[in-house]
């Protein structure tokens, strides 16, 4: 028996066509700030088209269009610079996890007039009242939809950090599976297998309570089951809606479970080796798992009773078809040289404390001398 408490966003509205449910959302506020990457959402016309579902609410809205990949702190205090000029009471995040992630930062800190660097420079903590929010991933991945955290790079400490915040789970989370046909497939492989890192590590994670196992476990077999067909063909219906579904189950099973090392040693690894995040887990995943079976041993006999899977060959099998590397060396020629740097980086609250071993250097040193 296990006391636990559990956040979960507002309101989801999930399935295909099911933008459309925005002109009906309970929105708060007048005046809306889309927050989105500099060209994907352009170029498709869905920025144009969330605009015009809001707008048609009789709402103001306004548009910042400069995210960047691995968003960092400066690209959130431009936002939430912007949100202040243009007075904006909410906020839609629309596009992959670095467009979600800064609208979460902005709504968390634009009404303060500090940059984002002070809340983690001098530890204050994300106020109460942060700015009404709306997730429309395109992506089947980041679980930024259901989390507390946005995750943004440090750029003068060349480091990956998050900030938090209870109130910083959005109101309203649009899960729309067609919004993910246009991904390409190499977007495609990581961001999936990114979900399925956060669908293992909170399976085993050593905060997960019965109700997130019971989303883990779905999401791990929706995303094994359907993985290579979003992959080899990108308008494959069922299997864009299972991606979806996969990744949204993930997302609320690690915002509630946590993660473990793959993660814990994933953003250090990705800061330092500057390689996209999805491809750093998938890469460090097997390695983990393996490194991990003293403790999850018993489980993955289990799984393999209960789903006819031996969850990691399946893993390494997704990762050869997709072009993915067994080692990082294969992602960045050089990385086994950085592996002191990644250790020196490697934090041990967060992330890597809910890993099923224990974690210390000596075993991140392990597992990296494997997976570099
Ligand atoms: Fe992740």
Known sequence: MKNFSMLFPGRVYFGNGCLEKLKDAPIRGRRGLIITGKHSSKKSGLLDRVKKILKNTGREIFVFDDVEPEVSVETVDKAAELARRYRADFF???GGGSAIDCAKAVSGIYRDRLSVKDYFDSNIPVRRDTGFLIAIPTTAGTGSESTRNAVLTYTEKQKKTSLRGDSMVPSIAVMDP???YSMP???TAYTGMDALTHAVESYFSSNAN???EILSFKAITLILGSMSAAYKKPSEKTARYNMMLGSFTAGLAFANAGLGAVHGIGHPAGAVLKLPHGL????LLPHVLEFNLSAIGARLIQFK???GIDMIKKIRALNKSMGIPGKLSGACKGAAKKIEEIIERVEYSASMSYNPVIM???KVRQILKGAL
């Open 185 to 187: 497939k190499k977007i």
């Open 305 to 307: 009773k209960a789903t």
């Open 360 to 362: 210390d250097a000596v």
């Open 178 to 180: 067609e919004l993910t």
């Open 280 to 283: 750093v887990n998938a890469v």
């Open 210 to 212: 019965e109700i997130t």
């Open 92 to 94: 839609a995040g629309l």
